[in-house]
């Protein structure tokens, strides 16, 4: 199963929709804040602006404009992601092979490891740089031991911390690092950025709705195994009196065990984009995630009650804020579907 949440660690080109606020912060690089929280959701290339900034403070030769050079060792070791003064902290383990498995938190050994790391001397004698994504991925004890550090943070040391939803941050920690809200690209620059990044995405339109317009998002959601999934929801969402919880659960407990969270998690993004249809189609929008099921929305937004329905898209966003937690993804899965078709029992009341 695709990974929904987090994209590659490989650094590309900078998005044309960042071109202008990477410029204005870069050529103020004589401040440049120690710590540096980038905001934003998903998908839109926050963490390629993270290393876009990581490359300038690392390079050997920046431009007057305050951006890298691209061409000096330290640039090329930064594109390879080998730059022995970068450090990128993630949820995510490799073993001995160098295989990615996602973990659930970013836990306090991790940030451990970029407090050492900090207090060394640079290899190439220009700066650190530890690259946090998603910073909301850290654990209590990882976002206390980070606190110490960014209340004294030793010289020359730059944090960037990237987070999708800052609001699950310690306020400590948000109100030590300078915010930097990432940009909204406009909808052709987002179309022609996935045309340039992808191969053969039958829908480009159609992946692009779905993502809400983030185009990193969209690519990822172009993955045939994930629109196999998002199919498979959709149909039995279109037909609530015919959706089994159940049987749900039973497919999801029948992944690989690794794959489940990652599977729930997608199931729930996939929730979350059909019941903010319901509420645009009921409030007599058109729908903006899955245009491809307008008629199906219709009919649904006839039949259910707004309060509930609002509860309901409340509800599935704290469970996503939950993803991590220790029970079973089958049982949330059943449970948030139990409460979906609930939705349009006979008799809900508003
Ligand atoms: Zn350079």
Redesign the pocket.
Known sequence: MSELPSNAATWQPLPSWQTAIASSALAHRQRWPHALLISGRRGLGKRLLALHFA?ALL????QESGE?????P??GYVAQGTHPDLQLIEPVIYDEEGNRTPTDAINVERVRELIEFSQLSPHRQRAKVGLIAPAEAMNAAAANALLKTLEEPPAGTFLLLVSHQPARLPPTIVSRCRRLPAPEPERAAAAAWLAQNSIGIADPDLVLAQAGGAPLLALALSAADIQRERDHLLLQLAQPERLSPLAFGARLDSAPKDERKTQLANAVYWLLAWTADLASVAAGAAPSFNPDHRQALTRLAGRVALVPLFRYYRELLGQRALLSHPLQPRWVAEALLIEYRKLFAKGQVN
């Open positions: 490359r390079c050997d030769a920046p890298a050079c691209g061409v000096c330290s640039c």
